[in-house]
């Protein structure tokens, strides 16, 4: 069964620093997500993304954050300027439109 | 705005006994509602979607009901197995979202013990 692919399964990096979050959606969906769960902490909606644009994002998504599909496949999730809450798994998420949501395995993303 | 709770928060059951997890929302105009299956350090797998005009959706040993009126929706799994200890989580599509918005409840954690 295809299934959403997420890399690295674990990123450690500094405060203030940048980090990009990578995903390969089930290769015919049209509509991706990010998620994230802080540790013991409900998951929460970040952004989706249709057609090469933001449709919808949540209070959490700063300027600090924004999402890029670079070309057929990837779907990248950039954190410019990293805090120590932004520590959290962060979920990749695909759909067909009407169907249920695919979620990958997730980053561990550490902010020391 | 829109609250999902679920109840309880963990469970532990003998094998071969029937599960029963609760969900509850606030807000009753929805779109659909999903349950979810969390395994330690992975992400989400969907079990059932049940849309809004549905009562209740099945597969398998899993059935899950919808009672939108009351807010509330309820998981039930069938002669449980030590497989099937995870965390399940409930998610609500609220009718004013987009596709893919969902809000989450805290999952209940299910241990089956052989």
Not at chain 2, 37 to 60: N, V
Request: hydrophobic residues 30%.
């Amino acid at each position: 069964e295809p299934e959403v692919t997420q890399t690295p399964s674990h990123q450690v990096t500094q405060m203030g620093q940048e980090v990009i979050l990578r995903c390969v959606p089930i290769s015919n969906h049209l509509y991706f997500y990010w998620y994230r769960q802080i540790l013991g902490q409900k998951v929460e909606f970040l952004v989706s993304f249709y057609n090469n644009e933001i449709s919808e994002k949540s209070e959490i998504f700063d300027d600090q954050f924004s999402v890029e599909r670079p070309d057929g496949s990837n779907f990248t999730l950039k954190i410019r300027s990293t805090k120590l809450e932004d520590s959290a798994m962060y979920f990749c998420a695909s759909s067909s439109g009407g169907s249920p949501l695919h979620f990958g395995n997730g980053t561990r993303l550490t902010v020391t | 705005k829109q609250e999902v709770t679920q109840i309880p928060a963990a469970l532990s059951v003998p094998e071969g006994e029937n599960l029963v997890l609760n969900c509850s929302f606030t807000d009753s105009a929805i779109y659909n509602l999903q349950w979810f299956r969390q395994d330690p350090g992975k992400g989400l797998t969907s079990l059932l979607l049940i849309q809004s005009s549905q009562r209740e959706q099945t597969s398998g040993r899993l059935n899950a009901s919808l009672d939108k009126s009351s807010g509330r929706s309820t998981l039930y799994i069938a002669a449980s197995q030590p497989g099937d200890s995870a965390t399940y989580l409930c998610a609500v599509r609220r009718s004013s979202d987009s596709w893919g918005k969902l809000q989450f409840g805290a999952g209940t954690q299910v241990v089956v013990t052989p």
